[in-house]
């Protein structure tokens, strides 16, 4: 898949393992892999902090094959996901960050237009959020509100 803002494609990421069944070595049972996200959740993570930290500390290479839902879907269930996906929030912190740049360089053009190419892709993003009705109709971004 291309970039949106470039006219190159984007490199290519880790894969998923080929196998789509639980490990044999796994130690760990679907509530037990349930109760970690929740954990995890609590102590402040994102989901892919969990998908993470769950990788990297407790040896649970793929949620999705332990539980059979993602780690998104766990905490929906259990009413614990933030009020904006992480996508969406993750831009608007990236924009506030170029904007208190600006605030300390105005005469930086570059981040001017950087400003505007994210402030687009939050704005495409959550039009579609909002059709698919995870985030609030109303919710509008706003330059001046960050």
């Known amino acids: 898949m291309s970039r949106m803002h470039k006219s190159s494609r984007g490199s290519s990421g880790s894969s998923n393992p080929v196998d789509k069944k639980q490990p044999d ?14 954990k995890l959740k609590d102590e402040g993570h994102d989901p892919s902090q969990i998908g993470m930290k769950l ?3 407790y040896g649970i290479p793929d949620v999705k ?3 059979g839902k993602k780690v998104t879907q766990i905490l929906e269930e259990n009413d614990a996901q933030d009020d904006l996906p992480e996508d969406l929030s993750n831009l608007v912190e990236k924009a506030s960050n170029i904007k208190e740049h600006l605030g300390d360089n105005k005469k ?17 993003l959550a039009s579609y959020y909002r059709e698919e009705g995870r985030i609030d109709e109303s919710w509008k971004y706003s330059r001046d509100d960050q």
Do not use: G
């Open 25 to 38: 070595w796994l130690d760990y049972d679907e509530e037990e892999v349930a109760e970690l996200v929740l």
């Open 55 to 57: 990788r990297d500390e």
């Open 65 to 67: 094959t332990v539980t």
């Open 108 to 124: 930086d053009e570059n981040a001017e237009r950087r400003l505007s190419l994210v402030e687009a892709k939050i704005r495409r």
